[in-house]
C-alpha cells in the first residue's frame, strides 16, 4: 500500500547566523536533519511543528514564515510512503535550553539525538541526509547570501 508522508520541518537560526541541526540514531541508522518530524492525522501542519520542538527540543516556538514545501517526487528512507516536507523559519519564544553539542552524533549517553549550530555560511549539502534537507539548504544558502 502506497500512502503519503507528511514531515514538517523548522530552520531556527540565532543571531550569530547558525542554524540548529539535529543529530539522530533511529531505525538502525545515523541522520541528521532540521528539527521536526511527522504530523499526525488530524493535526494541522503548525500544530505539528509546535508539537515536535516540544518533544525533541522541549521548547515553545513561533512560526514565523513558510520557506518550502518540496515539489518532487521522494520515497522515504524508512517505508514505502511517498514523502512530502515543508519548511517553516521558526523563532523560540525562550532562549532554548539544549546541551549544545560541536561534534556529530555527539549523544549523551541513554539518548540518540542531540543538537549542534552551523553557521550558515559553512553550511554543505553533506552537513544533512535527506534529499529534502540538502535542497532546503541550498536554498537557505542563496536566501542568506549576503549576510
Same mark, same amino acid.
Given at each position: 500500500?502506497?500512502?503519503?508522508?507528511?514531515?514538517?520541518?523548522?530552520?531556527?537560526?540565532?543571531?550569530?547566523?547558525?542554524?540548529?541541526?539535529?543529530?539522530?540514531?533511529?531505525?538502525?541508522?545515523?541522520?541528521? =536533519?532540521?528539527?521536526?518530524?511527522?504530523?499526525?492525522?488530524?493535526?494541522?501542519?503548525?500544530?505539528?511543528? =509546535?508539537?515536535?520542538?516540544?518533544?525533541?527540543?522541549?521548547?515553545?516556538?513561533?512560526?514565523?514564515?513558510?520557506?518550502?514545501?518540496?515539489?518532487?517526487?521522494?520515497?522515504?528512507?524508512?517505508?514505502?510512503?511517498?514523502?512530502?516536507?515543508?519548511?517553516? +523559519?521558526?523563532?523560540?519564544?525562550?532562549?532554548?535550553? +539544549?546541551?549544545?553539542?560541536?561534534?556529530?552524533?555527539?549523544?549523551?549517553?541513554?539518548?540518540?539525538?542531540?543538537?549542534?549550530?552551523? =553557521?550558515?555560511?559553512?553550511?554543505?549539502?553533506?552537513?544533512?541526509?535527506?534529499?529534502?534537507?540538502?535542497?532546503?539548504?541550498?536554498?537557505?544558502?542563496?536566501?542568506?547570501?549576503?549576510?
Amino acid at each position: 500500500m502506497s500512502y503519503f508522508n507528511v514531515r514538517v520541518y523548522g530552520l531556527l537560526i540565532n543571531q550569530d547566523q547558525e542554524i540548529l541541526l539535529s543529530d539522530e540514531f533511529a531505525v538502525e541508522r545515523y541522520f541528521t =536533519k532540521f528539527p521536526g518530524g511527522g504530523v499526525e492525522f488530524g493535526e494541522g501542519l503548525i500544530d505539528a511543528l =509546535k508539537r515536535e520542538f516540544i518533544e525533541e527540543c522541549n521548547a515553545e516556538i513561533e512560526v514565523v514564515s513558510h520557506f518550502y514545501t518540496t515539489d518532487f517526487y521522494e520515497k522515504s528512507s524508512f517505508n514505502d510512503s511517498q514523502v512530502l516536507s515543508v519548511y517553516y +523559519l521558526v523563532k523560540p519564544v525562550k532562549p532554548l535550553q +539544549l546541551n549544545f553539542k560541536c561534534k556529530v552524533f555527539d549523544f549523551d549517553e541513554g539518548t540518540s539525538q542531540c543538537f549542534r549550530w552551523k =553557521k550558515i555560511a559553512d553550511l554543505t549539502e553533506d552537513d544533512v541526509t535527506f534529499k529534502t534537507d540538502k535542497i532546503t539548504i541550498k536554498l537557505l544558502k542563496e536566501a542568506y547570501h549576503n549576510d
